[in-house]
């Protein structure tokens, strides 16, 4: 463990962004070549990789998956020792900590099990939610082909070490998207001279509101959220010509995220087009809703039956998005959330430092997970 909590503490001093992640990369596979030799590594899209750990026997493959990637948020945590050197970038939603259970599970597989071939994955890009589909679709990922999928996200807000789950959708479809209208410059005296964009954005940005009150429910939430606008130049005499307004939008089912989406566009094309403006729109990151499938959600129960972790059944989808949901459309699996503290700031926080004591939680749990799947019967 020590080995492990240096590692997971030269993460978080090191962090790297999204599309960025290339020496992180170099670090988790130079730590897997020292300390937990792999049979194969295979190289996938951008800074992803996978390691391939070979059974004594054939049988199932298990793919397990970590993220690589850190925030654009700047740490405030100037008590801790390893706090980032790079100021601006955060490895604020824990990842560091995932990449370091990985290691460990890793380091159980020295001696291979029995049978079956676990697949470790460190994925590049997560919080764009490009990474998993990228890898996905890299031609090297026809040498993987998991039966069963796993990956696990920790969790403030939950008892240390606890393990929370649920069938179906376990994080959110999200869509982030840009509204972009187009007129014509104008001297401020005299607007009507020109075409702004300033009313059409406005009006829009409210719509927004109706949208969301229109699909949210109590059994079923759904947001579509202002996250940014820009209209025009900072000077008195120009009435602005150029604009744009982006959105998030979110809720546990894709074909609802759709149907807002649909809602704002034609709503957009409708105000652009009465104050003389052109629209154009700009999907900018789009995450799939990761959903558990029954069988991977029992095998998840049955492996903290076996590590005597505590088991927290939820109701409702987590509303953050979660690229996993990319692997799990295309095979069967589940993602399980893993507790850091009812005492923890919250994800994406400025001092959000992943627990160390719960990273022995999160192998022993991945470390049941393969044992069920490589000793599962075939078909």
């Excluded at 990449?99 to 599970?105: S, W």
């Excluded at 009507?192 to 927004?208: D, V």
């Excluded at 995450?287 to 998840?300: E, H, K, P, W």
């Excluded at 430092?353 to 022993?364: M, Q």
Aim: aromatic share 8%; charged share 20%; glycine share 10%.
């Amino acid at each position: 463990m020590d080995q492990l909590i240096s590692l997971r503490h030269w993460l978080h001093a090191h962090p790297e962004v999204s599309r960025q992640e290339m020496e992180t990369a170099k670090h988790m596979w130079r730590f897997l070549e020292d300390h937990a030799k792999p049979d194969a590594f295979v190289q996938l899209g951008g800074a992803g990789f996978a390691a391939i750990y070979e059974g004594k026997a054939p049988g199932k493959t298990v793919l397990i998956r970590c993220e690589l990637d850190a925030l654009p948020i700047h740490e405030i945590n100037d008590d801790i020792a390893y706090r980032s050197l790079h100021d601006g970038v955060g490895h604020k939603c824990g990842h560091d900590g995932h990449m370091t259970i990985l290691a460990g599970v890793a380091q159980t597989l020295a001696d291979r099990p029995q049978k079956g071939r676990v697949v470790l994955l460190f994925q590049p890009d997560e919080e764009t939610g490009s990474g998993a589909r990228s890898c996905c679709q890299h031609e090297n990922f026809e040498k993987i082909q998991p039966d069963h999928a796993f990956a696990l996200h920790n969790l403030p807000g939950f008892s240390a070490g606890a393990v929370i789950c649920k069938t179906g959708t376990f994080a959110s479809e999200v869509k982030y998207a840009g509204i972009k209208m187009a007129g014509k410059e104008a001297h401020s005296a005299q607007p009507e001279t020109g075409f702004s964009p300033s009313f059409a954005l406005a009006q829009l940005t409210l719509k927004a509101r109706e949208i969301q009150a229109k699909y949210d429910r109590p059994d079923a939430y759904a947001l579509v959220v202002p996250v940014y606008s820009q209209v025009g130049v900072q000077a008195s005499g120009i009435c602005p010509g150029q604009g744009e307004a982006h959105f998030t939008l979110r809720a546990e089912l894709g074909a609802v995220v759709e149907e807002m989406w649909q809602e704002l566009m034609a709503c957009a094309t409708e105000l652009a087009e009465a104050d003389g403006l052109t629209v154009s729109f700009d999907i900018r990151e789009e995450f799939a809703a990761t959903t558990n499938g029954q069988i991977g959600f029992d095998m998840i129960r049955q492996a903290t039956e076996m590590t005597g972790h505590a088991f927290v059944a939820i109701d409702q989808p987590f509303r953050w998005g979660e690229d996993f949901g990319e692997i799990t459309k295309r095979y069967g699996g589940a993602m399980f959330g893993l507790g850091a503290g009812e005492a923890q700031p919250d994800l994406h926080n400025p001092d959000y430092d992943f627990p160390d004591e719960i990273l022995k939680n999160g192998i022993s749990m991945f470390s049941a997970l393969i044992e069920i799947v490589t000793t599962e019967v075939d078909d």
